[in-house]
């Protein structure tokens, strides 16, 4: 089964109304491929959620970045999966290496989260990687076999989840894996879910890159054949972004 190319924008913590209605309108004006060829999810900030859905062209999709691990209560701060239903978002990004690494988020409470997120209705994509230390000491595999495992461990099935593999020490570093560095994660991954979790999974899910991407570097990495796709951060606030949703006729070439 062909995976079809998937292509995510995290605008992360940036934005003003103005700023976000401008990207909206770069990306709706945008000549890129049809949806049999690359499915485009952007991610803006919560508040802008209803606003980007609103304006956003319907062959492009919208995200939030993160959601809370269960349902809604006396969680003061934190969005319900079941308020992302309701505003119809039909993606959330989960397990984002900053919210690892600065709010402290473990392998087991982001296999939770992407298990009630899942169970609530909502597509997932799933973000797993190493540190600069953990690459230095070989141990890039065993780290995101662990972080994958807790994600496996928890959900019933793969359907509607998307693999993000973003070396942390890649982003926003302006710092890249190289095309072959991804492309060895990417295969030693499929080989662990192969193994772990099933060949028909294996085979189906798409598993994307993440960690500076550009439009300068993207059409090399596209053209791997265990990367599905990317994660994109700053590019994604940029007119750039097109040209790395362009990288997808690289795979039916």
Same mark, same amino acid.
Request: glycine letters at 8%; hydrophobic letters at 45%; aromatic letters at 8%.
């Given at each position: 089964?062909?995976?079809?190319?998937f292509?995510?924008?995290?605008?992360?913590?940036?934005?003003?109304?103005?700023?976000?209605?401008?990207?909206?309108?770069?990306?709706?004006?945008?000549?890129?491929?049809?949806?049999?060829?690359?499915?485009?999810?952007?991610?803006?900030?919560?508040?802008?959620?209803?606003?980007?859905?609103?304006?956003?062209?319907?062959?492009f999709q919208?995200? =939030? &970045?993160?959601?809370?691990?269960?349902?809604?209560?006396?969680?003061?701060?934190? $969005? @319900? !999966? #079941?308020?992302?239903?309701?505003l119809?978002?039909?993606?959330?990004?989960?397990?984002?290496?900053?919210r690892?690494?600065?709010?402290?988020?473990?392998?087991?409470?982001?296999?939770?989260?992407?298990?009630?997120?899942?169970?609530?209705?909502?597509?997932?994509?799933?973000?797993?990687?190493?540190?600069?230390?953990?690459?230095?000491?070989?141990?890039?595999?065993?780290?995101?076999?662990?972080?994958?495992?807790a994600?496996?461990?928890?959900?019933?099935?793969?359907?509607?989840?998307?693999?993000?593999?973003?070396?942390?020490?890649?982003?926003?570093?302006?710092?890249?894996?190289?095309?072959?560095? =991804? &492309?060895?994660?990417?295969?030693?991954?499929?080989?662990?879910?192969?193994?772990? $979790? @099933? !060949? #028909?999974?294996?085979?189906?899910?798409?598993?994307?890159?993440?960690?500076?991407?550009?439009?300068?570097n993207?059409?090399?990495?596209?053209?791997?054949?265990?990367?599905?796709?990317?994660l994109?951060?700053?590019?994604?606030?940029?007119?750039?972004?097109?040209?790395?949703?362009?990288?997808?006729?690289?795979?039916?070439?």
């Amino acid at each position: 089964m062909a995976r079809k190319f998937f292509v995510g924008g995290n605008w992360k913590c940036n934005g003003t109304t103005e700023e976000v209605k401008k990207i909206v309108t770069t990306l709706n004006e945008a000549k890129v491929p049809g949806e049999d060829v690359v499915e485009v999810v952007v991610s803006p900030p919560y508040v802008f959620l209803p606003v980007v859905k609103s304006l956003l062209r319907p062959d492009f999709q919208v995200a =939030a &970045q993160n959601c809370w691990v269960r349902k809604g209560g006396a969680y003061t701060g934190e $969005v @319900s !999966a #079941e308020m992302l239903v309701n505003l119809s978002i039909p993606w959330v990004i989960i397990g984002h290496s900053e919210r690892r690494q600065l709010l402290n988020e473990s392998n087991e409470f982001v296999g939770d989260k992407v298990a009630y997120a899942l169970s609530q209705g909502l597509k997932v994509i799933a973000c797993i990687g190493e540190t600069l230390e953990q690459r230095e000491a070989g141990t890039t595999m065993a780290i995101v076999a662990e972080q994958t495992k807790a994600i496996a461990a928890k959900i019933p099935s793969w359907n509607n989840v998307v693999l993000a593999y973003e070396p942390v020490w890649a982003i926003g570093t302006g710092k890249v894996a190289t095309p072959a560095q =991804a &492309q060895e994660v990417h295969a030693d991954l499929r080989k662990w879910i192969h193994s772990n $979790v @099933s !060949a #028909e999974v294996a085979s189906s899910v798409r598993i994307i890159y993440g960690g500076s991407v550009n439009g300068g570097n993207c059409k090399e990495l596209a053209a791997q054949p265990d990367v599905d796709g990317f994660l994109v951060g700053g590019a994604s606030l940029k007119p750039e972004f097109i040209d790395i949703i362009n990288s997808a006729t690289v795979k039916k070439n």
